[in-house]
């Protein structure tokens, strides 16, 4: 089971696990309505390293980039359902809009995301470059995601 930990208190963390050298692995995201794809990129991410940390948009930061009528499960939840996943050691919430700043705080070995996303798409390029930050591209599971998801729900309630 994983910890959740306060934002602030990430740099001694990472601090320790680099004096151990440990090879930490980050992936972020809003993860409003938590999927098997969300998972398949967890089980991707740990297989990486030996620290794997999911840091979530804040509530305030995922109603920014997805609209008014998100997030549809609170950062608490969100942080409770992912700390309960297997391949996740620890999650953190963040304010920004990206992880350009928790990229910095952690300064990871390597940095997970989705498949649907390219380097050149990713606004955290240029710290991923200043740090050397290695980059993954998790697999998607076709057909699904939080946009889907919701959809159905929509569709289902008018049926």
Not at 84 to 90: G, Q, Y
Not at 126 to 148: C, D, H, M, N, R
Request: proline content about 4%.
């Amino acid at each position: 089971m994983g910890v959740i930990l306060n934002y602030r208190d990430l740099d001694q963390y990472a601090a320790c696990w680099r004096r151990k050298n440990f090879t930490i692995v980050l992936t972020n995201g809003c993860f409003d309505l938590v999927h098997v794809g969300h998972l398949q990129t967890f089980r991707e991410a740990k297989k990486w390293g030996d620290i794997l940390v999911v840091g979530i948009n804040s509530d305030r930061s995922v109603k920014a980039l997805k609209g008014a009528h998100r997030p549809i499960i609170s950062q608490n939840d969100r942080c409770a359902l992912l700390s309960a996943l297997e391949p996740i050691d620890f999650v953190t919430v963040f304010e920004d809009h990206t992880a350009a700043n928790l990229l910095e705080l952690i300064q990871p070995n390597i940095y997970v995301k989705g498949g649907d996303y390219s380097l050149e798409d990713l606004p955290e390029k240029p710290v991923l470059e200043k740090l050397g930050v290695k980059v993954i591209f998790a697999p998607l599971v076709q057909g699904i995601s939080t946009t889907e998801i919701i959809r159905k729900i929509r569709v289902a309630k008018y049926a």
